[in-house]
């Protein structure tokens, strides 16, 4: 049986290029590393711009405006009440759930990164004040937003592999400095907390709901977790999941059909190629190349929904956002980390 490519990048996309009535001005708190990705990635959306940015330091946010331009503000309540609509938060896990219910509370809409929240809890308290005040509330979860992965759903509608039941997936990446945050516990850090957030998002995307979980993991002299793995159980099928920062991972993943299989080659998270094998022989490539770092697409998504007055995305639901944290919740409780405050 022969194997076949298919490139659908000169498919045009809803939501791809689109332009927008009036600018959107971020503003953005915390200039660290995925700052800099988000800003190669707003630069090619149209009609949005940087405004003002805030971080810690005053000497991170005073080189990101030097290098994307907006406003270096001196505190966060210098940001809120400068002329933004929407705030990008890019801090760690513990500050998301504060500058989250801030941003909301001075009338901004938010886009946070992942994980939304470090709890359920504190999630919950963010989208009731998402949902009291109007305004949109998403979790940066970038896959879905690929086309690689819009491109290999629209294509299994047509040549299905059955109902997907399994998802085996995982990362885990040895080259990350000593001084990384993912290694703080204070700042809730931990392979569940900074990986895992992806591979819950990939198993209830194609699964459906969480039903049960089976996790096991080793910590650190740090107190977070170095390398988790964890299985789960779905409406709709299982999976097999991993997260670390001490073993070199392959960084792909498996969905499994009775009529087939889809490996969405490394790294799944950004993803750019996929081979689905039928049962029959066939053997389908997909390869479509992302630009810009990947985060325009995602930001391309989240501006349309403000543009259209809509508080939540129908991609990452609110009720999707809280499965994921359930999920790393679990898995925490069951390997027995447990963050100050909780
Ligand atoms: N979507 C993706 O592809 C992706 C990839 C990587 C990470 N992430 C997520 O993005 C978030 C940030 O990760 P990162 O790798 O960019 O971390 P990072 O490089 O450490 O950047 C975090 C930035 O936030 C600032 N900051 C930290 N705590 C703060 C606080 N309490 N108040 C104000 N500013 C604060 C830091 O401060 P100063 O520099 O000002 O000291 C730093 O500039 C995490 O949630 C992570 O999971 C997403």
Redesign the pocket.
């Known amino acids: 049986m022969g194997s076949r490519n298919i490139s659908a990048s000169n498919k045009t996309y809803n939501i791809l290029h689109q332009t927008f009535n009036s600018m959107i001005k971020f503003g953005i708190?915390?200039?660290?590393?995925?700052?800099h990705?988000f800003m190669q990635g707003l630069k090619q959306v149209a009609d949005t711009s940087l405004t003002a940015a805030?971080?810690?330091?005053a000497?991170?946010?005073n080189h990101f405006v030097d290098l994307y331009g907006g406003t270096a503000c001196k505190s966060l309540d210098e940001l809120l009440a400068s002329d933004i609509d929407a705030v990008y938060i890019?801090?760690?896990?513990?500050?998301?759930a504060a500058?989250s219910i801030a941003a909301l509370n001075a009338g901004k809409h938010v886009l946070c990164?992942?994980?939304a929240t470090v709890n359920l809890s504190q999630l919950d308290d963010v989208l009731k004040i998402a949902r009291t005040k109007g305004l949109l509330f998403m979790e940066?979860m970038?896959p879905p937003f690929f086309p690689l992965y819009r491109s290999l759903k629209e294509y299994l509608q047509t040549d299905p592999i059955g109902p997907e039941g399994y998802v085996r997936a995982g990362s885990s990446v040895a080259d990350l400095s000593p001084d990384h945050?993912n290694f703080s516990y204070e700042?809730m850090g931990g392979a569940l907390?900074?990986i895992a957030?992806y591979e819950a998002f990939l198993a209830l995307d194609w699964l459906g709901s969480m039903t049960g979980l089976q996790a096991m993991g080793r910590f650190s002299g740090k107190q977070v977790d170095m390398f988790a793995t964890f299985q789960t159980q779905h409406n709709n099928g299982y999976a097999q999941l991993y997260c670390g920062f001490d073993l070199h991972g392959k960084g792909d993943a498996l969905i499994s059909g009775p009529l087939g299989h889809v490996t969405i080659h490394k790294n799944w998270?950004n993803p750019a190629k996929a081979t689905i094998e039928y049962l029959d022989g066939r053997i389908v490539e997909l390869d479509e190349p992302f630009t810009a770092g990947g985060?325009n697409y995602e930001i391309e998504h989240f501006c349309e929904l403000i543009c259209k007055g809509q508080t939540e995305s129908p991609i990452i639901t609110h009720e999707l956002s809280r499965q994921m944290i359930t999920m790393l919740d679990e898995a925490r409780k069951q390997i027995g980390l447990k963050f100050k405050g909780e």
């Open positions: 708190i915390g200039c660290g590393r995925i700052s990705r805030w971080s810690r330091r000497e991170s946010v890019a801090t760690l896990p513990d500050s998301h500058y990164e992942k994980p940066g970038k945050p700042l907390m900074g957030p998270w985060l």
